[in-house]
């Protein structure tokens, strides 16, 4: 069974995921229960790469499947893409596909702390991508090392001589000449018989039986290069995407989660204003205690002084002025009526 890996690698648990070009686990679970009676899969591949974690799984999901697999590069392999030719013993790039490997990359917010934190991850995932090509491949970590922060993209030739692949799929003259006159007799015999627009290869594949036994492994790759499906493909062919109404869907989902968003807004806006006159009644409750300590004292000094001048001894308080036991040191939290949980 062929498996088209085919588009970024992400979190497609979202409806529409796939039409938008997004691959993740979700699609792996999806081809391998297609495939739960097959013994060996061609998994074809053609990646920009994405996601490092979501990656990852998706590579675990292949390789417990316990199935053969086959793994062929035809057109770009890059990024977290590069790892999906390695769940095959086989690994074919086709001549004109590249492959490549660069540094993992992020963005965040915050301070120096949260920004040496995220290097520190990143040099982390960095090593452990350096080790998993090294051991597939036995090639140079020095060099892996130097390749990615380069950031390089190879082509087949070189794809095999690092043992990222283990051939290359090309045509010779000869075998080039033969592949046209299969691609136009297909389309001749199609333009002339087919009935319907979505016909099958069925009766095609009966007339080219003269053919030895290498060429038609390679007549399913001819046919897909002129549009013919075979007949399987066909039975299985999911209805026709319509691109208007996904976009129309996409953007009534956009619209509620704007609205969402504004809500939430309106509700800070509100909570602001509401901090804002909290503020303020602790700012002028924290200053009239500071007039009543002062007035205290002043009353005090008084008493001291006018018992001084007439020779009189009066006991009076040595404490000094106390705040309650159960007044904080946040002022906003003695507005609020909450104890500070220091």
């Known amino acids: 069974m062929d498996i088209f890996l085919h588009g970024e690698i992400g979190d497609d648990s979202w409806q529409g995921a796939h039409e938008w070009g997004i691959i993740g686990q979700r699609f792996v679970r999806e081809q391998l229960e297609k495939a ?6 061609n998994l074809h591949i053609h990646s920009v790469g994405g996601s490092v974690f979501e990656g990852w799984a998706m590579y675990h999901l292949f390789q417990s499947s316990g199935k053969k697999i086959n793994t062929i590069v035809n057109g770009l392999a890059a990024s977290m893409g590069t790892v999906f030719p390695f769940l095959g013993e086989n690994r074919t790039i086709t001549k004109g596909s590249q492959q490549m490997i660069h540094n993992p990359w992020s963005v965040a917010m915050g301070d120096a702390d949260d920004m040496e934190k995220l290097a520190k991850e990143l040099r982390e995932i960095e090593n452990e991508m350096i080790d998993f090509y090294h051991t597939n491949t036995g090639y140079d970590k020095g060099l892996l090392k130097a390749e990615m922060k380069e950031e390089t993209y190879f082509g087949a030739d070189v794809s095999k ?5 283990t051939n290359v799929l090309e045509f010779n003259e000869e075998q ?5 006159a299969k691609i136009d007799l297909a389309k001749k015999y199609y333009s002339e018989n087919k009935k319907e627009e979505n016909g099958t290869a069925s009766d095609f594949l009966a007339l080219m039986k003269q053919i030895n036994k290498k060429d038609m492994n390679k007549l399913d790759e ?3 290069r002129v549009g013919i499906k075979k007949e399987e493909e066909v039975k299985e062919e999911a209805p026709q995407f319509d691109a208007q109404a996904k976009i129309a869907e996409q953007e009534q989902v956009i619209k509620a989660q704007v609205e969402k968003l504004e809500a939430i807004e309106d509700k800070l806006e ?3 204003d509401v901090m804002g006159l909290v503020l303020d009644k602790a700012e002028k409750a924290e200053k009239e205690a500071e007039e009543l300590k002062a007035e205290y004292k002043e009353k005090i000094e008084t008493i001291e002084k006018f018992a001084k001048a007439n020779g009189t001894e009066v006991e009076l308080p040595k404490e000094e002025f106390k705040k309650p036991e159960n007044v904080s040191e946040n002022p906003v939290l003695n507005v609020l009526g909450t ?3 220091k």
């Open 161 to 165: 001589a690092k043992n990222f692949s």
């Open 222 to 224: 001819i046919l897909m």
């Open 176 to 180: 080039a000449t033969k592949a046209q």
């Open 36 to 41: 739960k009676d097959e013994e060996e899969i």
């Open 270 to 272: 509100k909570s602001i």
């Open 339 to 341: 104890k500070s949980n």
